[in-house]
């Protein structure tokens, strides 16, 4: 049995924990609520009064926000599935066929992280216009794969026993069916924790899609939102409506992944 001072100090520490989770919380509740509202100017108000759905229908209706969510759709889908299926390659080729100087290019590989996005900008502007590639949906999925995913799994990877992958090519299975058949079933977890990110980042990314789009019907939901600021008067409860709708979906996808999310950035962090 806990004592009384265990108890209170247990009852204090719930208690400050509920205070920081409604702190959390407020932001998104505030945004909920002014997205139901007709409102030019931003106050503190929780009345519920005048709330209604007029604020998603208009951002639907004029604004064509459902061009926009398919193709900020479109961007997300191409984006988890190319950073998935190269990262676990290029992992795969790090981890389980090592070849003489490996692990140098792995680590310069892995230099490439400490380069912020915005100077590589202005060379990847020059590249995608060479090839050809500006106002494209894979334009805007390409600088997601990065060194990041490789060692994201590749830690994950190291668990895999190498025992199994020799039986499997002694039984005379070749390596795209070992990578295919065997590694990617046992990765499944670090996978599903680099889609979440993979998701995330593409699907709020702003800067990389104001350059490489110039044609606003490839536009994406954040230069749409961006869009939606007036000059002079902004309807504040349009783009807390706009916000909602650029939030939902990666919340919803985390609260349905949040087990595998977190069991395969836990592994990944004690395995290698």
Known sequence: MKSKKERLISVIAGCIL???ALMALFPFVYMLLTSLKQTYSMELDFSLKGLSFQNFRTIFKNFEFAKYFMNSTIVVVIACLLNAIVSSMAAYGFEKKKFKGS????SVYLATLMLPSQVILIPLFGIIQKLHLINTHLVLALPVVNAF???LIRQFMSS????????????????????????????????????????ITTWNDFVWPLIAVTDSNKSTLTLALAALQGNYATNYGLVMA?????????????????KQFVEGIALSGVKG
């Open 18 to 20: 509920i205070f920081f």
């Open 103 to 106: 692990h140098m290019l792995f």
């Open 160 to 199: 895999v026993p190498d025992e199994l992958i020799e039986a499997a090519r002694i039984d005379g299975c070749r390596e795209f069916k070992i990578y295919y058949s065997i590694v990617l079933p046992l990765i499944k977890p670090v996978l599903v924790s680099l889609t979440v990110f993979t998701f």
């Open 149 to 151: 995913g490789v060692f």
């Open 242 to 258: 706009a916000a909602t709708l650029v939030f939902l979906p990666p919340f919803l996808l985390y609260i349905f992944l949040q």
